[in-house]
């Protein structure tokens, strides 16, 4: 069974998959979603999608409220 | 009592209007030279996006340049013509791990992990700046930023997760680590303290300092790299307007592309 993937960039929901390790190019993977059957692209990195792997001083508040849980 | 906004130089201390003076100047000589050194990274990078992105990253860094030297003409009466074209190597107040050619891709990843994020603190403590000219830009540039950092902490972990690229790595971050508390200058320069006691910049060279080691830390400890990150025993010699111990600057060759002096004759007149 795949791993859990990263939240879907078009609904939002965590119910995503990592189809491939590879997508366009060799920086994103392909994901799809289970919920609303897209697939997209997610950078790797270890960041989640839509977040930039960044210090604090320059997260935004939502961005520091998904990290510390 | 003090000011709580500028619109210009008007009601701001000769030492509070040098030290910003002098700190703009080098965030834009700063940002000029990564600008070049991520022009150059668009060939030969380990990963072909790793050469798009340099190309990102190099114009939004001469798109700060632009920004800045714009401020800098308004209110200090600079030339950004002078600036970049005649201006000697030895004025430059970038720095100076800059200051040469970034050999491989570990000095490249340095560059974009330490040196960047440098820069992008120093912006960050102008966020709320009393001087209005510069906080109105200062959201913008920042939020580049947040993509240049992401970019050089993906390489920093990828690299340090390497056998082969963690030792040269440690070495390229323990220099540009060096090279930045210099920047950063001393704690107890006259300009910073006035700069600070005007709200001018939110943190003094020392705390910005220790700031930055603070995300260096961090991201090394999550990566495995070790670092030990230590302010210089001395400034001696320190000079507030090229922020350097030394009279040099960058090499003959670099300034020389800078100045597209070859590309001269192609000039509309």
Redesign the interface.
């Known amino acids: 069974m795949l791993p859990p993937g990263v939240p879907c960039p078009f609904c939002g929901a965590a119910d995503t998959v990592k189809e491939a390790d590879f997508g366009t190019?060799?920086?994103v993977n392909r994901q799809y979603c289970r919920r609303c059957r897209s697939s997209f692209e997610a950078i790797?990195?270890?960041?989640p999608a839509g977040h930039?792997?960044?210090?604090?001083?320059?997260k935004t508040n939502e961005e520091r409220d998904t990290s510390h849980g | 009592m003090v000011q709580t906004e500028f619109e210009s130089l008007e009601g701001m201390s000769e030492a509070c209007a040098r030290g910003l003076g002098n700190l703009l100047w080098a965030l834009a000589d700063t940002k000029l030279l990564l600008g070049y050194h991520y022009g150059e990274w668009t060939f030969g990078t380990p990963?072909?996006?790793a050469a798009v992105a340099n190309c990102s990253l190099s114009q939004t860094e001469l798109g700060h340049v632009r920004l800045l030297h714009a401020v800098l003409k308004k209110h200090w009466g600079e030339d950004p013509e002078l600036l970049i074209e005649r201006r000697p190597a030895a004025e430059f107040a970038n720095v100076t791990f800059l200051d040469q050619l970034v050999e491989d891709w570990a000095a490249y990843v340095a560059a974009n992990a330490v040196v960047d994020?440098a820069a992008?603190?120093v912006l960050?403590t102008l966020q709320g700046s009393a001087f209005k000219p510069i906080r109105m830009s200062v959201d913008k540039m920042?939020d580049e930023?947040?993509?240049h950092?992401?970019h050089g902490?993906?390489w920093f972990?990828?690299l340090a997760a390497r056998s082969d690229g963690a030792k040269r790595l440690a070495e390229a971050t323990r220099d540009a680590l060096r090279a930045v508390a210099v920047w950063l200058g001393p704690a107890d320069d006259a300009g910073d303290r006035a700069l600070v006691a005007a709200r001018v910049k939110a943190a003094s060279n020392a705390d910005l300092f220790a700031?930055l080691t603070q995300?260096l830390t961090?991201?090394a400890r999550e990566a495995g790299l070790p670092l030990e990150p230590a302010r210089p025993s001395s400034f001696g010699g320190w000079d507030a307007r090229t922020r350097r111990m030394d009279a040099r600057g960058p090499a003959d060759e670099i300034v020389f592309h800078l100045r597209g002096s070859a590309n001269e004759l192609f000039k509309l007149s």
């Open positions: 190019s060799l920086m790797k990195w270890g960041a930039l792997d960044l210090p604090e001083f320059l | 990963a072909l996006e994020l992008t603190r960050h920042l930023e947040r993509h950092l992401h902490r993906g972990r990828s700031a995300d961090a991201l």
